[in-house]
């Protein structure tokens, strides 16, 4: 992994670019990029998914869940993932090595750029996806855990260099 504080591609006076990637970008990435983007002001957030058909709503449930910690989920609309999404990020967080591993097949010139987002946990993130509601909440949780821990070493100082 490289290091998440200071992205490769961050152009002089505009904000670095982070995506968030999931299968449908109708519930986890959607979810995982307002929360992201709630704690990286500094950052432009986005999200997309591998295989979605463009201008889906989020899922009924993960809106409500989303709704009771105050994020408003309504405005989202999925779009797919594109070369052009990449071509403008600095990093890629996905949900599991599925992903991974397909976005390193299909842009392999862009797989050093791609974590997953439960990377520093050591877990992938299950698709809830017509599972009952506790598999939301479950999703949920391990995704608000990831994005702190996500949001916390893409802020972090630099690491210092020790002269010898």
């Known amino acids: 992994m490289s290091d998440p504080a200071h992205g490769q ?6 904000s670095p670019v982070l995506l968030v990637v999931c299968t449908a970008n109708v519930c986890r990435s959607p979810v995982a990029a307002a ?6 002001s500094h950052w432009t957030v986005m999200s997309a998914g591998i295989e979605c058909i463009s201008g889906q709503l989020v899922s009924t449930e993960m809106e409500r869940l989303m709704m009771q910690r105050g994020i408003d989920l309504r405005h989202h609309r999925s779009q797919k ?19 991974l591993d397909e976005i390193g097949r299909r842009f392999p010139q862009y797989a050093s750029k791609i974590d997953l987002l439960g990377h520093f946990q050591g877990v992938q993130i299950e698709d809830p996806m017509g599972l009952p ?11 608000e855990l990831a994005t702190e821990t996500w949001a916390n070493a893409l802020i972090a100082p630099p690491p210092s260099v020790e002269k010898s």
Do not use: C, W
């Not at 929360?35 to 990286?40: G, V």
């Not at 990449?86 to 599925?98: D, F, H, K, S, Y």
């Open 133 to 143: 509601t506790r598999f939301f909440e479950m999703a949920l949780r391990q995704i």
């Open 35 to 40: 929360l992201l983007q709630r704690r990286l």
């Open 9 to 14: 591609g961050a152009r002089a006076g505009k």
């Open 81 to 99: 993932l594109t070369l052009i999404h990449l071509q403008r990020t600095e990093r890629v967080l996905v949900m599991t090595q599925g992903h």
